[in-house]
Each structure stands twice: as structure tokens, then as C-alpha cells.
């Protein structure tokens, strides 16, 4: 069941974006926001929250902030983000976007079998990135060194 973030879940997710993010600050595309705040959905299974989707709607485009499934292959991610899609019709969005890292090859993959279109490469981001939030690794998933941002867009 996914339903939108609540109070009751919102330490959970919070505490979820500190482990895995180093949040509550995401910085994309040179931009920092606070996720802390932020709207977003869950997703519950027999009261076990089982992944979550931020996002931010400005300029009639929204920025999917974090997306993470916490059980894989069971379309927890998929059904999140069709949430977020409908929210940014209902608000008159042309777009639905997001920043990944070079070294997250599994969301790589993934974005473009949802259907996102990658729109953008922007080349060592992470060293300035670094500038606003130093606590990002130098090193990703599987030792890749992280320095570039990947932009993914699905058009509405």
C-alpha cells in the first residue's frame, strides 16, 4: 500500500535518509535540499514500511529527492514513483526528474526501463557537491570513484 508521508513515518524515514544518504541534505545539481521536510510517499506492507520516495515541486517540474525500496523486485520502487507521477500531473508538471550518481549502476538500469530519458552528464558535480555537503564518500558502490551527476527526466 503506498500512501503519503506521515508523522508517524516520518522519523523512520528520516532516520532511513541518515543511514543511507548521510541526509537529511541531498545536493542536486549544485542545489541542497532538506529532506527532513520534504513530501513524499510510503510504502507499507502488514504495517512494515517498506520504501519511501521524496520529491519537490517547483517551476512546474518535480525532482524525485530519494527513492529507495527497502525488499528489491517486488515493484515497491515502481509503484512509488507512479505515485509521484501522478502527483506531478495533478500539479500541471511537464516533467519528473532526478539526479543519480556515476557509480549507482543498478538505478542506472533501472530509471531507463521505467522510461527515463537521461537528459544530462554533468561531469566531476560531485567536487562541488562536496562543497556544500562534505560528508559525500569519494567512493561509491562497488569502489567507483563518485564525481559525476546523471540526470534522468520523464516527460509528462
Not at 14 to 21: K, P
Not at 96 to 109: G, P, S
Request: charge should be negative; glycine fraction near 8%; proline fraction near 4%.
Amino acid at each position: 500500500m503506498i500512501i503519503p508521508i506521515n508523522n508517524d513515518l516520518r522519523p523512520k524515514v528520516n532516520q532511513l535518509i541518515a543511514d543511507e544518504w548521510a541526509g537529511p541534505i541531498v545536493v542536486t545539481k549544485g542545489v541542497a535540499h532538506d529532506t527532513s521536510t520534504a513530501d513524499g510517499f510510503v510504502s507499507i506492507d502488514n504495517g512494515v514500511l517498506t520504501g519511501y520516495i521524496l520529491y519537490t515541486i517547483q517551476n512546474h517540474q518535480c525532482e524525485i529527492l530519494a527513492l529507495q525500496s527497502l525488499v528489491e523486485n517486488h515493484g515497491i520502487g515502481s509503484n512509488l514513483i507512479k505515485s509521484v507521477i501522478n502527483i506531478a500531473k495533478s500539479s500541471s508538471c511537464t516533467r519528473v526528474w532526478l539526479i543519480t550518481t556515476n557509480d549507482n549502476v543498478h538505478a542506472i538500469r533501472y530509471y531507463q526501463k521505467f522510461g527515463f530519458e537521461l537528459t544530462g552528464v554533468y561531469i566531476n558535480a560531485l567536487d562541488e557537491s562536496r562543497k556544500q555537503k562534505p560528508s559525500i564518500p569519494q567512493f561509491g558502490n562497488e569502489g567507483i570513484p563518485l564525481k559525476h551527476e546523471f540526470e534522468f527526466s520523464y516527460s509528462l
